[in-house]
């Protein structure tokens, strides 16, 4: 069994694009650290951003090839920390590079915090169609646990500025299961989400890795989070008040409106391919994986003399391709279709999983229909029990 | 070389109290290694010996001596195993020795273990040259240190030479003490040959070496020996010595000691304590004390991975070549499906061979709770023995069970005496003597049921006494007990791996606090899990670990596909590792929470 012939790694049923790339780009500032992200960020020098921004273009042009675009995604970091000009020089450079589709997504991060009306104006005619906004929470006492610079008050006043400069593709990142967050709370602020009626919204269980510093400051504090039965309900209650309003939750921890799926997002899931720019991005195309330099100002030295900035590479094996698959499929609702990941890797997905998916389904946790294997909403809560028997 | 100018003597000290050090400077001294062949505790070879501190595999070195009065001596230096499971290997030995340096660390003083193994050394009729060790470190108490050396061991302290061996201090006085002090060894080298074996070990390349000490006669090379309780004829390919190097000799003498190679093909053919003779001309009687060293402890081996079975077999019989003492047999449990009962020594003695397994094996093992061997009478009046609880007879064939008792030694300083009279209460003893010593020692002896003691006595113990208590024990009989089985159910299969033998009296608490134990060790399930303690039909205890609600990764985006897949491989390879009872999957570490439960 050989590595699939490129031909062979199809989209299935990828509506949205069919073989178009993604482009990240990624953005390491921000002008402040929160306590709960481990993300590849650092705070803002004005310097370094004016260098940085000058390597992204270097870095995306040199890497052009003419290939579809359909979507490109500022993240970060605090991507909101560009100036306009700046964004518009990174849309210019992926526009000289690539063929970017006339009904591209672009997509930009953005702090309720740095979303005054005229810049967000300025970012529409510059190119972002659609805001994905970070309001976390609507309680001013858990953003202040989370360390963020914003009330739940300015970032209503944000989302009233992105609709106000006529953007009509937002989405509001939230989290659920805060230190010292009760059940009630929780359904508080995700009523509170509704309300705005966002296109998009992500929802998510806050995970705190090893060493975040929240984890320390809660632990002192005596924030804990609720226990695990409490925690599940929550994650249940907010996704029952998103389908109440009309949302559909089509990823675990994502839901939209219909035709306001975040197209970007989708290729992580699908077996899509992406291409990163900027320091610490990674990028997967052709069955090859590969990250660039992660610290900022070793990433914009090597772009300036030329040097190559990818600090690992990797060819995937088949049965990582496999893995990925399932496992970043199965995030979401529409699960996988069987015969379609089998055939394209040249495996048969039932003899060598049946078993396991007939004990998942048995369980509440899985369905297995139409030919496609599915999470449940009760899966997607424990889908690491799931989803691990799969890579 | 006349047995005049030998001296055979070995080193009764407790862990850490600096033998290793003290043999190393001896090396130094003879010459007998240069300064860049010297490693650091050369007498301590394997590392595994090394790590825990502790010397498992007995050894011999022969020092070439000069002394003050300008004669010239062979000293033998008998490396005595430092462990109580190893008390049979420490006797024989002593018996190999006419002298005994009782090294004790100036700022610990006496332990149990070394007054355990100076009574041997005394019931072995050795000349024992006391030595305080440790005296240059600040802590020193070197007069308390004589004083209980008087008081507990019942020695003359005025003799007793001051040491540092980490500095060299008095180790040259210490050799000229056993010149002057330790008998030489007497025999007949007339007399039919009698060589005692107090040590043998399996060797890829020779076969086993076998180290012998002459006591009457000689052996020499080509000459065709008899191992007299393995009734086995050899002929003997060579005997030489250790200086510390092998070294081939033409003969070994009386009073020598050194190794002999004769084609024995493995370590349970050349046991420790038996007795060589010429087969042409042998021996009226043997040397007294040999004794079939009998496994104590039992516990269930068995592969992470079904499919390891036949190598772990393997690997079994690879130690055996080298343990006589290690016993095991296949066994089969409905849980762990096909492994091994194996028996040991001791704890001790268990740990080192899991340790083994998993190292220089490579092997992925669970290990079942540690129990001894029980003696079952039934109603039809059989008796034997039983080496697990899943052998023991339904409750209404049986007419009595009697188990293993030990006489524990305990040394603790005086304001620890409460809490371990508490501890050996509960453990079910029955007191034998309370001393009080010199310097606020205590000396507590008692007699205990082994298998409390197997369970987590001594770790309690130390945790009690802050590590100042030390414990020495030997097996001293059997007692009848009104002993049952407990069994552990999980979603209504009884568990077989995790029955254990306990106590009537104790079953209740011990059941219920095994049911809690179980309860975080195993992971929340698809389902709801009950977890159930029984006595026969009847359940004493039950617990349940809810299923599982929650277990997310909740961002998962092009830079994490990479890593939040290792987190699930993590997941699987945990899973794996997990063993599958009925539809419940129970981590390895469950099989052995039997021992670490706390019945109050």
Redesign the interface.
């Known amino acids: 069994m050989g590595v699939p012939r490129n031909e062979r790694v199809r989209r299935d049923g990828d509506v949205e694009g069919d073989g178009a790339l ?1 482009l ?1 780009v990624h953005v390491p500032f921000c002008a402040a650290i929160c306590g709960y992200c481990n993300f590849n960020r650092g705070l803002l020098d004005e310097d370094l951003k004016r260098a940085y921004v000058t390597a992204l273009t270097r870095e995306i042009e040199r890497s052009g090839d003419g290939r579809r675009v359909d979507s490109i995604f500022f993240g970060g970091g605090t991507p909101s920390l560009l100036a306009v000009e700046e964004v518009a020089r990174v849309l210019d450079a992926c526009g000289r590079a690539f063929d970017v589709a006339p009904d591209v997504e672009t997509t930009l991060e953005m702090n309720p915090e740095s979303c005054s009306p005229s810049y967000v104006s300025a970012l529409l005619g510059a190119g972002i169609n659609r805001i994905s906004l970070g309001v976390q929470s609507f309680d001013d006492g858990e953003l202040a646990r989370l360390g963020r610079a914003h009330s739940a008050e300015q970032a209503r006043e944000a989302f009233a500025a992105i609709r106000g400069a006529g953007c009509g593709n937002v989405s509001l990142d939230m989290m659920l299961w805060l230190p010292a967050q009760s059940r009630a709370a929780c359904a508080a602020s995700v009523e509170a989400l509704v309300a705005l009626a966002p296109d998009h919204a992500s929802l ?4 705190l890795y090893p060493n975040a510093p929240l984890r320390e400051e809660a632990a002192r504090r005596g924030w804990s989070q609720a226990p ?2 409490d ?2 309900a929550m ?1 249940l209650d907010a996704f029952a008040r998103t389908d109440a309003a009309g949302y559909e939750q089509y990823e ?2 994502n839901v939209a409106r219909p035709g306001r799926r975040s197209r970007h ?1 989708l ?3 699908r077996d899509g391919e ?1 291409l ?1 720019f900027g320091c ?5 195309r052709g069955g090859v ?1 590969w ?1 660039n330099l992660s610290e900022t100002a070793r990433y914009v030295d090597a772009v300036e003399q030329g040097a190559r900035v990818a600090e690992t590479r990797r060819r995937l094996s088949v049965e ?1 391709r496999l ?2 698959a399932l ?2 499929g199965l ?1 979401l609702a529409e699960g996988i279709d069987v015969a379609v990941v089998g055939r394209r890797y040249g495996v048969d997905l039932e003899a060598r999983y049946g078993s396991d998916v007939g ?1 998942f389904v048995d ?1 509440g ?1 899985m369905t297995d229909a139409g030919g496609r294997w599915r999470l449940t909403r009760a899966g ?6 799931v ?5 | 070389m006349h047995h005049r100018q030998i001296r055979n003597f070995s080193i009764i000290a407790h862990i850490d109290h600096g033998k290793s050090t003290l043999a190393d400077r001896f090396l130094e001294i003879t010459g007998a290694l240069r300064p860049r062949e010297m490693e650091e505790q050369v007498l301590d070879s394997m590392d595994l010996e090394r790590e825990r501190g502790i010397t498992i595999k007995a050894h011999a070195v022969r020092l070439s001596y000069t002394a003050d009065d300008g004669e010239s001596y062979v000293l033998n230096l008998i490396d005595t195993p430092g462990h109580v499971d190893f008390s049979y290997e420490v006797t024989r030995s002593l018996a190999a020795c006419e002298g005994a340096l009782l090294l004790v660390d100036a700022s610990q003083g006496v332990e149990a273990q070394t007054v355990a193994n100076a009574y041997l050394a005394v019931d072995n009729d050795l000349e024992i040259v006391p030595v305080i060790n440790k005296v240059d470190l600040p802590g020193a108490q070197p007069d308390e240190t004589a004083v209980q050396i008087e008081d507990l061991i019942g020695l003359d302290p005025s003799h007793a030479l001051l040491a540092s061996a980490k500095e060299g201090i008095g180790a040259r006085e210490i050799l000229e003490a056993v010149v002057a002090r330790v008998p030489p060894p007497a025999g007949d080298p007339e007399a039919p040959l009698r060589a005692l074996i107090f040590d043998s070990w399996y060797d890829a390349y020779r076969g086993v070496i076998v180290l012998i000490r002459v006591v009457e006669g000689a052996v020499r090379s080509r000459m065709k020996v008899r191992l007299m309780a393995a009734a086995q004829d050899y002929e003997v390919e060579q005997v030489g010595v250790f200086a510390p190097k092998p070294s081939a000799v033409a003969q070994l003498g009386v009073g020598e000691v050194g190794f002999l190679i004769a084609n024995v093909k493995n370590v349970a053919e050349a046991r420790i304590g038996d007795t060589v003779t010429e087969a042409s001309r042998p021996a009226a009687r043997p040397l007294p004390g040999f004794q079939e060293t009998k496994p104590m402890v039992f516990a269930g081996l068995y592969p992470v991975e079904s499919h390891q079975y036949s190598d772990l077999r393997e690997a079994l019989e690879k130690l055996r070549l080298n343990d006589a003492a290690f016993f095991f047999e296949p066994e089969t449990s409905a849980a762990l499906g096909f492994g091994f009962r194996c028996g040991f020594l001791g704890l001790l003695h268990m740990e080192i061979v899991q340790e083994r397994l998993e190292r220089e094996f490579d092997m992925d093992l669970v290990t079942t709770a540690p129990g001894v061997l029980y003696r079952v009478t039934t109603i039809d009046g059989d008796v034997f023995d039983i080496d697990s609880p899943a052998k023991l007879p339904d409750a209404g064939r049986i007419a009595r069970v009697e188990e293993p008792v030990i006489t524990a030694m305990i040394l603790t300083p005086a304001d620890q005496v409460g809490g371990i009279l508490k501890l050996c209460q509960e453990k079910r003893g029955v007191q034998k003597a309370l001393e009080y010593h010199a310097a606020h020692r205590v000396l507590i002896s008692y007699e205990l049921p082994f298998n409390e003691v197997v369970l987590d006595f001594y770790d309690r113990l130390k945790t009690l006494s802050r590590g100042y208590a030390s414990l020495d024990y030997h097996v001293s009989g059997y007692w009848e007990s009104p002993l049952v089985k407990l069994d552990l159910l999980v979603n209504g299969d009884p568990v077989d791996a995790l029955s254990i033998i306990v106590h009537k009296e104790m079953a209740y608490a011990r059941g219920r606090a095994l049911v809690s134990k179980m309860r975080q060790l195993i992971p929340r399930q698809m389902f709801e899990v009950a977890i159930q303690a029984a006595v026969g039909t009847r359940i004493i205890a039950r617990e349940s670990v809810k299923a599982l609600r929650k277990n997310v990764t909740a961002k998962c985006y092009g830079g994490d596909i990479t890593r939040k897949r290792k987190l699930l491989e993590r997941q699987k390879e945990g899973k794996r590792r997990m063993k599958r009872v009925g539809s419940v999957e129970i981590p390895q570490e469950a099989f052995l929470a039997v021992l670490k439960v706390d019945d109050d």
């Open positions: 993604g990240y998510y269980m806050l995970e695990d039965e925690a599940a994650y675990i921890s997002n290729k992580y899931w992406w990163g610490g991005a990674h990028s997967t994986r990250k990582e893995g990925d496992f970043t995030r004990r369980a946790w997607m809560l424990i889908s690491n029990a989803l691990s028997t799969f890579v």
